[in-house]
């Protein structure tokens, strides 16, 4: 079984910067493919970023150019680096793990406001 932890959510005032983090822990012996999700009440996920397995990177159109995806493999970690946050930047962040989104976390919520 896969548990993925995310860490990193606040609040933060419009312009400014967080960073995402997200463990993966228990059987899988390698990082695989990871990303995120974003989820606002009254609205469906939207997707916010991939790294594959191979390093290829996919971002959602709404934070392309703002968000950077990253990982460290060794500690099966994926980062996501948010600037220039948006008030609509605002949801829970959600953390997934293989092609198929197939582990999922609890999330980490976000919040940008004045």
């Known amino acids: 079984q896969v548990r993925l932890v995310e860490s990193g959510g606040g609040l933060v005032q419009p312009g400014g910067s967080l960073r995402l983090s997200c463990v993966a822990s228990?059987?899988?012996?390698?990082?695989?493919?990871m990303g995120w999700y974003r989820q606002t009440p009254g609205k469906e996920r939207e997707f916010v970023a991939q790294?594959?397995?191979?390093?290829?990177?996919t971002y959602g159109g709404s934070v392309k150019g703002r968000f950077t995806i990253s990982r460290d493999s060794a500690k099966k970690t994926v980062y996501l680096q948010m600037d220039t946050l948006k008030p609509e930047d605002t949801a829970l962040y959600l953390c997934?793990?293989?092609?198929?989104?197939?582990?999922w976390g609890q999330g980490t919520q976000v919040t940008v406001s004045s």
């Open positions: 997934y793990k293989g092609m198929n989104q197939d582990y």
């Open positions: 228990g059987d899988e012996s390698s990082i695989g493919t």
């Open positions: 790294i594959r397995a191979g390093g290829l990177i």
